[in-house]
T-cell receptor
């Protein structure tokens, strides 16, 4: 079975902090994705990556950056956390082609 | 651009009944994939079933089946013999290149 692991289920940080969310997958997938999910807004794509050191902006990249130094790991970085970044963050991975994305358990991030 | 529409914000069903969750899509691509995901209250996104646009038969996975009507651009999820554990949010999605576009979701509640 595909395993996508996010580093934390719950995280509380303060405004202005630099926040790192880590995601690791064990299936040698080429593609990795970061989403945020908010009530009434559904899932919105923040960034994605097709390969190591490659990244593409999604629908809402402002205030975020990403890093993919190794194929199995995709990190989401909040450069200076703000309260409007309080949300559920979901990481996913997939192989190339018309293949399903497999998700981690999600991180509920609160910015105080 | 692709679009996914789920018109049922919420559904209530008696345990052991079958349930159909609606999904319509809009695309001009001849090759595409359709996906259904389940999200329990704990937050993780669970991949349920996949249908490719060129697949001749409707996809099935255990109690889940996908009623794919290509001419009508619909991809409804059918859950047979519903169980209390089926209570969750259900999302329909379609690929846009290597990304997924999600519908707004349907909250399914199974009553005992």
């Amino acid at each position: 079975d595909v395993k996508v692991t996010q580093s934390s289920r719950y995280l509380v940080k303060r405004t202005g902090e630099k926040v790192f969310l880590e995601c690791v997958q064990d299936m040698d997938h080429e593609n990795m994705f970061w989403y945020r999910q908010d009530p009434g807004l559904g899932l919105r794509l923040i960034y994605f990556s097709y390969d190591v050191k490659m990244k593409e902006k999604g629908d809402i990249p402002e205030g975020y950056s990403v890093s993919r130094e190794k194929k199995e790991r995709f990190s989401l970085i909040l450069e200076s956390a703000s309260t409007n970044q309080t949300s559920m963050y979901l990481c996913a991975s997939s192989s190339f082609g018309l293949r399903p994305q497999h998700f981690g358990d999600g991180t509920r991030l609160s910015i105080l | 651009a692709q679009k996914i529409t789920q018109t049922q914000p919420g559904m209530f069903v008696q345990e052991k009944e079958a349930v159909t969750l609606d999904c319509t899509y809009d695309t001009s691509d001849p090759s595409y994939g359709l996906f259904w995901y389940k999200q329990p209250s704990s937050g993780e996104m669970i991949f349920l079933i996949y249908q490719g646009s060129y697949d001749q038969q409707n996809a099935t996975e255990g109690r889940y089946s996908l009623n794919f009507q290509k001419a009508r651009k619909s991809a409804n999820l059918v859950i047979s013999a519903s169980q209390l554990g089926d209570s969750a949010m259900y999302f329909c999605a379609m690929n846009e290149a290597q990304k997924l576009v999600f519908g707004q979701g349907t909250r399914l509640t199974i009553n005992p």
